[in-house]
């Protein structure tokens, strides 16, 4: 009885500090989401690398490049090209409710547990490239400033309710 006991509270440990990791983990790709959309909004709007994390004239154009390289490796399932916006802005389905057609629209996107791996990976892929291009200072710096970045796009890394995906694909499908 005293190893099962033991076993189990092992096992509840390990799954609350691999959750815990987990949990971590999405949340850092999504301020890297937060960051980069964030990023190219304000530069796209004024020609200026707001909040510059050290990249000097000369990098400018590739470090804008990467940002939208990995912006679109992010959100290429759910971006304005997307299916799932494509079926939520198209008229013919406006004889829909709108939880009908969000439910629909959202189901375009692979499962959750997909997603996540996608995001952790094009984070993980993000951050060494911007390592081995812009140097290791560069990325503490990026680390640094998206603590406080703020966009009102989001990555869908979690289970939405109905509002909430209502709200996500409004914000994301303008």
């Known amino acids: ?16 500090l691999t959750s815990g990791l987990a949990q971590t983990e999405i949340s850092d790709a999504e301020q890297t989401f937060v960051y980069i959309s ?18 000097d004239g000369s990098d400018l154009e590739s470090f804008i490049e990467l940002l939208e390289y990995y912006s679109e490796e992010f959100s290429k399932e759910f ?23 969000a439910q629909i629209s959202f189901s ?8 996540v791996k ?10 060494e490239e911007l390592a081995e291009e812009f140097g290791t200072f560069l990325l503490d710096n990026i680390n640094e400033l998206k603590l406080q970045s703020v966009s009102h796009l989001r990555l ?16 994301t499908c303008q």
Request: glycine fraction near 4%; charged fraction near 20%.
């Open 108 to 115: 375009f996107l692979t499962s959750l547990e997909t997603r």
């Open 79 to 101: 971006n304005a090209d997307s299916a799932m916006c494509g079926y939520y802005l198209n008229p013919e389905n406006s004889r829909m409710t709108i939880e009908e057609k």
């Open 38 to 55: 964030s990023t190219l909004n304000i530069f796209k709007t004024t020609g200026r690398l707001v909040n510059n994390p050290g990249i």
């Open 118 to 127: 996608q995001y952790l990976t094009v984070n993980e892929d993000f951050q």
């Open 1 to 16: 009885m005293k190893n099962k006991l033991k076993f189990a509270t092992l096992t509840l440990v390990l799954f609350h």
């Open 156 to 171: 869908p890394s979690s289970e939405l309710d109905e509002a909430a995906v209502i709200s996500f694909l409004d914000s």
